[in-house]
């Protein structure tokens, strides 16, 4: 049986985020969603959305002259058919990434998959949804990422960081709300502490207007 997802949007930009920024990649942004970040900027994701087969969601990214390929939402792992979708494009030979939230259980995620998972900051409000089983499941070819608010969620993520001697298990992003923080302020925080994480921007929205969709 070909599983049908309910698909936000399909399109091709410039990866702004993570170990592949400034790459072409194809995106397929999935609906729904299981959390309410506070600083969220794809609300339109929770409901939002047209049903495509597994078949349909291929074909279209064929179209695409790149061979890198995100999946993400919303949450993309609150629909069954992400799974199979994801091995399906592993198996075409697409190099695939994954964007959750950490919220739900990565472990049935194709290994082939990189996994670049959230940790919710307590600025989110959602710091009570973090499924901490997932940290142990992280391998190098993951990448985990905090999105810090504030002094609070980087003090928070900071302790998280050197108790779970994380940066030995994948690499380690953090990223600051846009409109919330200083850059300057987030990076010399780092900076100041030697913290081994990678302090990142959303290269997109320097491209294109920050609150743009389909880029």
């Given amino acids: 049986m070909n599983e049908t997802l309910t698909v936000n949007e399909l399109f091709f930009s410039i990866q702004g985020e993570g170990d592949r920024a400034g790459w072409p990649c194809i995106f397929i942004r999935l609906s729904f969603c299981n959390l309410r970040c506070a600083w969220c900027d794809s609300e339109y994701t929770f409901y939002e959305g047209r049903e495509m087969s597994i078949d349909e969601v291929m074909d ?58 959230d940790l919710k900051c307590p600025g989110s409000g959602m710091v009570s949804r973090n499924r901490m089983a997932n940290l142990s499941l992280l391998t190098k070819t993951d990448e985990l990422k905090f999105v810090i608010t504030d002094r609070l969620d980087y003090e928070w993520a900071k302790e998280i960081v050197l108790r779970e001697k994380l940066p030995e298990r994948c690499p380690v992003l953090f990223s600051p709300v846009w409109g919330k923080i200083e850059f300057q302020e987030l990076a010399e925080w780092i900076l100041d502490d030697g913290l081994p994480v990678r302090f990142q921007l959303q290269l997109h929205k320097f491209i294109w207007d920050p609150n743009a969709r389909g880029v």
């Fill in 60 to 117: 279209a990214v064929s179209g695409y002259p790149c061979k890198l390929v995100e999946v993400t939402g919303g949450e993309p792992l609150a629909q069954a058919g992400a799974f199979p979708l994801m091995t399906r494009l592993c198996d075409a030979g697409y190099e695939v990434m994954l964007e959750t939230s950490g919220s739900l259980d990565i472990g049935q995620v194709d290994p082939r998959v990189r996994r670049i998972m």
